[in-house]
């Protein structure tokens, strides 16, 4: 499978216009801390992380981390929790390992393309499942449990989900997620969840449940890169009740990384313990930004019709000009410098997606310098025609 994977469409486009950025509107990530803010934030000394050994470390993840990550699931003992380096490992072995003896998996679209070109490149059948009705200005995102419920099969192995979603910022109501997490396990299917922009929703009453405490099918992936801005750390994990499945995870996690690096595992650690903390600022964050970006884009009503996100940092507004999405943004980034990720970066093999849409990010302080740059350009007074 490793041999047969696809170019992966949204670096392939970072590394192709980074070049000209000055200003990014469309990072998932929140605002980062240097290593000195972290320990400053939690308490510790410099000298503490000078302290940690470079040594190889348990495969599994340390205890202290795995016990942290453990305390935000009800269902979950350390145990039950697998780290990686990122959730982009979690997300490779869990998906390979599940589906490796092929059967069907159904995955939602549009995604974040692991999710998708990992499944294409098993032995399973794929099917991908929409998660918006309607097109253009009538377009709606929505989880259609009836339209999964069609598409399951008595060999689907695997369903797919990420919410809050990467690029549209949806989300389902509490409700419906624990429908899908209960229809799975009746049916016995595998739930892969990508948590990875939990915990900032601005609402924090839209959270959703995690599905390792929702299911012992359910199978949940995470990491120190979104909602706490830690990308660098490389530190992700899976999480489920099923220990079993873990195991093999860990058996294979010895042909890629083997072990997280010990000043990583430590960060991180230190990280979760003042979640609460670091996700109250992105929120905030998140929060402002979107509401400057409303007021922004309500200036220019007529070329984008905004959205904001319902949870994460990410979302998907319509872009209404006549020279297309395509255009807009790659000239937003070569002429003013501000970078946004175009539709075509999100199309999947599994089913045509909405190509009149763009993704914006909201979690980074740098959000404000690029509406102004973004709001320059659009009135024609950007820095190449100055
Ligand atoms: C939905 C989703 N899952 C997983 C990842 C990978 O995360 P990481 O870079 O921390 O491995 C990303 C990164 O953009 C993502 O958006």
């Known amino acids: 499978m490793i041999a047969d994977l696809p170019d992966f469409e949204l670096e392939a486009y970072f590394s192709r216009w980074q070049g000209s950025m000055t200003h990014s509107f469309t990072a998932s990530e929140a605002e980062t801390m240097t290593v000195g803010e972290l320990l400053a ?34 269902q979950v ?13 979690g997300l490779f072995w869990t998906l390979a390992e599940l589906l ?16 998708e070109s990992l499944p294409l490149s098993s032995p399973a059948e794929v099917t991908g499942l929409p998660l918006w009705r309607g097109s253009g200005a009538d377009l709606r995102w929505e989880l259609d449990l009836d339209r999964l419920e069609d598409m399951l099969r008595p060999d689907t192995r695997v369903v797919a989900v990420n919410f ?50 929702l299911s012992p099918l359910g199978v949940s ?23 079993a499945l873990l195991a093999r995870l860990e058996g294979r996690k010895h042909y890629t990384s083997i072990c997280n690096p010990g000043p990583s595992e430590y960060l991180a650690t230190l990280a979760l313990r003042h979640a609460d903390q670091i996700h109250e600022r992105v929120r905030g964050l998140i929060a402002s930004n979107v509401e400057l970006a409303a007021d922004f884009f309500a200036e220019f009503g007529d070329l984008v019709a905004f959205e904001s996100p319902r ?13 297309g999405v395509e255009t807009f ?8 410098g501000v970078m946004m990720l175009p539709a075509s970066v999100y199309q999947s093999r599994l089913a045509p997606t909405p190509l009149d849409r763009f993704r914006l990010g909201f979690g980074r302080v740098g959000v404000p310098a690029a509406i102004r740059a973004l709001r320059s350009h659009l009135n024609g007074e950007d820095r190449l025609s100055a």
């Open 41 to 74: 934030l939690a308490g510790e000394p410099l000298e503490a992380l000078a302290e940690v050994d470079l040594g190889y470390r348990s495969s599994a993840g340390s205890p202290s981390l795995r016990s942290e990550i453990a305390a935000t699931y009800g």
């Open 329 to 336: 943004v790659r000239r937003s980034v070569e002429e003013a």
């Open 221 to 243: 992936i995470n990491v120190m890169s979104k909602s706490f801005g830690l990308p660098g750390v490389r530190v992700g994990w899976v999480a489920s009740q099923d220990t």
């Open 100 to 115: 490796r003896g092929g059967g069907h998996a159904v995955v939602t679209v549009p995604n974040y393309q692991s999710m």
């Open 77 to 89: 003992g350390a145990g039950g929790v697998l780290t990686f380096a990122g959730a982009q490992e």
């Open 164 to 213: 809050p979603n990467n690029p549209t910022g949806y989300l389902p109501g509490e409700a419906t997620f624990r429908t899908l997490a209960a229809m799975c396990e009746e049916r016995g299917i595998y739930l892969v969840s990508d948590e990875v922009y939990r915990g900032v929703e601005i609402d924090p009453a839209d959270t959703l449940p995690q599905v390792a405490d």
């Open 311 to 323: 949870g994460g940092s990410v979302s998907f507004p319509r872009y209404l000009g006549t020279d």
